[in-house]
Nanobody
Framework: QVQLVESGGGSVQAGDSLRLSCAAS????????MAWFRQGPGKEREFLAR????????FYSDHVKGRFTISRDKAKNTGYLEMDNLKPEDTAVYYC????????????WGQGTQVTVSS
């Protein structure tokens, strides 16, 4: 069992940067992949990026590649999403999620953190 707690959301201006954190606890993370999703007002939840905990290998959705960076600190059991050049359309609740590397579905979810970008 894995518990995930996001933090770092807030209200920013367009063009600003923000770093979200996801504190993980409760299990051995060597077989875990952590990802970030978001859900904007009236929109479907969308995948943003994924990192394999043990190798640090990453994968990004095309619409955030180059602006968002996913990373993790194994010593702190914490994942991060660095978001640069934020746009109003990035306004959403951001979630971190975890799954076993051999599974397709994300079974562990945080509670979400709100990011609001003003023009």
């Amino acid at each position: 069992q894995v518990q995930l707690v996001e933090s770092g959301g807030g209200s920013v201006q367009a063009g600003d940067s923000l770093r979200l954190s996801c504190a993980a606890s409760g299990s051995d993370f060597s077989t875990i992949a952590m990802a970030w999703f978001r859900q904007g007002p009236g929109k479907e939840r969308e995948f943003l990026a994924r990192i394999t905990w043990i190798t640090g290998g990453t994968f990004y959705s095309d619409h955030v590649k180059g602006r968002f960076t996913i990373s993790r600190d194994k010593a702190k059991n914490t994942g991060y999403l660095e978001m640069d050049n934020l746009k109003p359309e990035d306004t959403a609740v951001y979630y971190c999620a975890g799954r076993h590397v051999l599974k397709n579905d994300y079974e562990y979810w945080g509670q979400g953190t709100q990011v609001t970008v003003s023009s």
